[in-house]
């Protein structure tokens, strides 16, 4: 299977035969074809060449990353609309018992037995507990039970793709097709999905940069590099292994093919004028044409960055007293109180729409309080970084001029230099913010954290959008961090 966009090829010939309840976790650099595989398998676009065979019979459910498209209607409604044949099967019964109340004599038994073979058929699909998953699920995805008869509209875009998620789950296809299904989960949601999916017959092909989520579910991982896939037994940890053992193998191999080239080449050169040697030169000739040699696995681009020293602050970084916070009448912080010491590295965690961010933009001094009292401690100098970035970054700016912006007395090649680590190289310092995609506006944010990061730092989901590499590389980058440190 081949996929060029214009001039650039991202799939040279992919052969990959998914079996019927595989668990696979799809993996690559970014660019490299995860979406675009996962849309060709979906049918969303068409192949330029090869063929995409799926047995006659097979359902596929396919999650894109953004944009799922639903059903209009409540939130339950949403989930239950690919199931109109069983809605329909429900209402016929409802209409049937409704006539049976007043019916009598043959006309009595007619509708019994039509309705007695339409139950049964009801049944076999499922149609009793319908409803009832629908709402479990919708539950497990954060949803509130007053939630299910509200307009979809009315839900941020993050809710609706947790409710075309839902409806997924809902419908058990043979193949499910998850586009970085937990990107907009809270830790709870996360852990019921995990849950629910490793308890379905249903395969799965998941794209994820979440380590803990494809360890817990993938029995095999499909990397997508230079447009090829290649599959390897086992989660993604074991995946990390195996590759670099097979890199190591690959290497070594390559090497010794190396030194017996060299050896018949340099027979050949010795003797190649020489008449008693002429059969036994073209003999090895042959052989050099004929000798296997063993392609050296590129190493994984690996980058790693770190923070500045920082400046001493006071003992007590931050006092917070009697804090309230509400919205639309909503008590979202209730006379909160939390006090934050020099080194400490506190985690926020609780479902969506706890305060988690909305305590970090009244610590920062983005957001005011209601009621009580934030005391930021001597010699304390805060950096905040907001779960959308768009918000701390400038649209209009370009890469370099954003980070000039934030480091004048710094040169436009100290900015390149620092860039080139967080992946911004060429002409991609010229590019405005606002056609960065989300990781890349995540890393530009990163990089310019790193210029001060000061000794109190406050990150609201700063691994959103990164891939794995990336991630792997701020989490060493923080575990550095000489500050003091609050996080979603």
């Not at 490793?198 to 494809?214: E, K, W, Y």
């Amino acid at each position: 299977m081949k996929r060029s966009y214009g001039v650039h090829e991202v799939l040279k010939g992919v052969d990959w035969p998914i079996p019927p309840r595989a668990r696979v976790g799809l993996v690559g650099p970014n660019g490299a074809g995860k979406t675009t595989l996962l849309r060709l398998i979906a049918g969303v676009e068409e192949p330029d060449g090869g063929t995409i065979d799926i047995v006659r019979g097979t359902s596929l459910g396919y999650l894109p990353q953004e944009g799922a498209r639903l059903a209009e209607g409540t939130v339950l409604e949403a989930l239950l609309s690919p199931f109109s044949e069983i809605l329909a099967m429900e209402k016929e019964l409802e209409r049937l018992h409704h006539e049976m109340a007043t019916a009598t004599g043959e006309r009595l038994e007619s509708l019994t037995r039509r309705s007695g073979d339409l139950q049964h058929r009801f049944e076999a699909a499922g149609g009793f507990d319908l409803e009832a998953r629908a709402k479990a699920i919708l539950g497990g995805l954060g949803f509130e039970p007053g939630d299910h008869a509200r307009p979809l509209r009315e839900f941020s875009g993050g809710y609706r793709m947790r409710a075309a998620l839902g409806a997924l789950l809902l419908r058990r296809p043979d193949y499910l097709l998850l586009d970085e299904p937990t990107n907009h989960l809270d830790l709870e949601a996360v852990a019921w999905l995990e849950d629910f999916l490793a308890d379905i017959n249903s395969a799965l092909v998941i794209v994820s940069h979440d380590r803990t989520f494809l360890n817990r579910l993938a029995t095999s991982i499909a990397e997508v590099r230079d447009g090829r896939v290649r599959v390897w037994s086992g989660n993604y940890d074991r995946f990390r292994v195996e590759k670099e053992k097979a890199r190591e193998l690959a290497a070594k191999k390559a090497a010794s093919e190396a030194h017996r080239v060299e050896d018949v080449e340099r027979f050949i050169e010795r003797f190649r004028y020489k008449a008693t040697k002429a059969r036994q030169v073209q003999s090895r000739i042959k052989m050099l044409e004929k000798m296997e040699r063993t392609e050296v696995m590129a190493e994984d681009l690996t980058w790693r960055f770190s923070f500045p020293p920082v400046s001493r602050s006071a003992q007590r970084v931050a006092l917070l007293a009697g804090v309230r916070k509400s919205f639309d009448e909503r008590a979202v912080l209730k006379d909160l109180d939390l006090e934050i010491w020099r080194g400490d590295r506190i985690a926020l965690v609780g479902p969506n729409g706890c305060g988690k961010s909305t305590l970090l933009k009244i610590v920062a001094g983005r957001l005011p309080a209601e009621h009580g009292s934030v005391e930021i401690g001597d010699k304390v100098v805060l950096h905040y970084f907001a779960q959308h970035v768009l918000e701390t970054l400038t649209p209009g700016r370009t890469v370099l001029d954003e980070m000039q912006a934030w480091a004048p007395g710094k040169s436009p090649g100290q900015l390149r230099s620092l860039l080139g680590i967080f992946q911004f190289s060429g002409e991609e310092v010229f590019k405005k913010v606002e056609v960065l995609s989300g990781g890349e506006k995540n890393r530009l944010a990163l990089a310019r954290l790193t210029l001060d990061p000061g000794n109190f730092l406050l990150l609201d989901e700063p691994t959103n959008h990164l891939d794995l590499p990336t991630r792997e590389a701020l989490e060493d980058a923080l575990a550095g961090f000489a500050g003091t440190l609050l996080f979603v």
